[in-house]
């Protein structure tokens, strides 16, 4: 099933006509939202309770049906469980969008690009110049190879299919209601908190995923490792810095600054030593760096789900 789920991510990535599991979570937070604004007047209760009632939901669904499929339709049991831990996974997807931004680099075509970097980032895009959109998307690569990637992998691991979907589920509230605004600073403060707590784990095995993966392309595996854990846990984003700060080690390259999000300016820690400047082929570098930390990963579950299989054991 791991590697059904993950053969068809690399081979599909997010394709447009799948009714993906996702948006449906996202039309369920937002009827979640709508509906429980005006039953509840304390926000921040209201967005505790979508936090349960999703996650809790969505969990217990999930075991239930594929406890039922695999007891009286095996095969209708392993395709579907397929189908929702390829949902979860965002490999090809991520090399796609990013390397849509190193296309319109390479042609010279700045608000090409700034458009494009607008595809997977929330800050604001209009006036980046090169190195700054090449930032921008080193940043999204590094922290969404936790987030679509190491995360999912890591729960199936621990705790099969449900397990992931349930964070995927908290990921997905995080983007949605998590984020510091006037609307959600209330509301989503359950979300976030719950999202952070999710990738504690994810976050630290990010580190050990990236330096094996420098490792293996013959790079900057100890600088990947020392970048991490020195300049990993600085600012306010305590688990994507680790990633960011790897992925900044790993090729040379210095990350952070002064991001803008909606005319306010937020200034994110230093991360790396700039050995090299940050030019769109660091873009490519960063690309074939997430694909190399993927397989990685993967094969780890693999690992993982065959020692907690015993019939497979003794086998």
């Known amino acids: 099933m ?8 690399l081979l599909l990535g997010d394709p447009r006509w799948f009714p993906h599991p996702v948006r449906g979570m996202g039309m ?18 209201g967005g505790l309770l979508l936090v349960v009632m999703l996650v809790g939901g969505l969990y217990a669904g999930t075991w239930w049906l594929l406890d039922a499929l695999h007891a009286h339709a095996a095969g209708w049991g392993f395709v579907v469980s397929a189908i929702l831990l390829f949902s979860c996974l965002s490999t090809r997807d991520l090399a796609l969008e990013s390397d849509h ?36 998307t080193l940043e999204t690569i590094a922290e969404s190879t936790m987030d679509g990637i190491l995360s999912p992998l890591f729960y199936v691991a621990v705790g099969g299919v449900p397990l ?10 995080d983007s949605m209601i998590g984020h510091r605004s006037a609307r959600y600073l209330k509301f989503g403060s359950a979300a976030a908190r719950v999202d952070t707590w999710a990738n504690w784990m994810p976050a630290r095995w990010s580190v050990v ?13 100890r600088q990947t490792w020392r970048s991490a854990w020195r300049h990993g846990h600085m600012g306010t984003v305590p688990n994507a810095g680790l990633p960011e700060a790897a992925l900044a080690g790993a090729l040379g390259v210095r990350l952070g600054g002064i991001n803008w999000y909606d005319g306010v300016a937020v200034t994110m820690p230093r991360m790396g030593k700039p050995t090299r400047p940050l030019t769109p082929e660091r873009i490519r570098d960063a690309i074939r760096l997430m694909y190399t930390a993927s397989v990685i990963a993967w094969l780890t579950a693999l690992l993982v789900v065959w020692l907690r299989a015993p019939g497979c054991r003794a086998g």
């Open 101 to 136: 931004v190193l296309r319109a680099l390479k042609a010279h075509d700045l608000p090409l690009a700034r458009r494009r970097v607008a595809r997977i980032v929330g800050r604001d895009t209009q006036g980046l110049d090169e190195p700054e959109i090449v930032r921008a």
């Open 2 to 9: 791991l590697a059904v789920a993950y053969g068809a991510d």
């Open 164 to 173: 992931a979907i349930a964070y995927k589920t908290i990921n997905t509230l």
């Open 209 to 221: 995923v990236f330096t094996l993966a420098a490792l293996v392309r013959g790079g900057r595996a």
């Open 28 to 45: 369920m937070i937002e009827w979640g939202e709508r509906w429980l604004r005006r039953l509840i007047p304390w926000e921040r209760l």
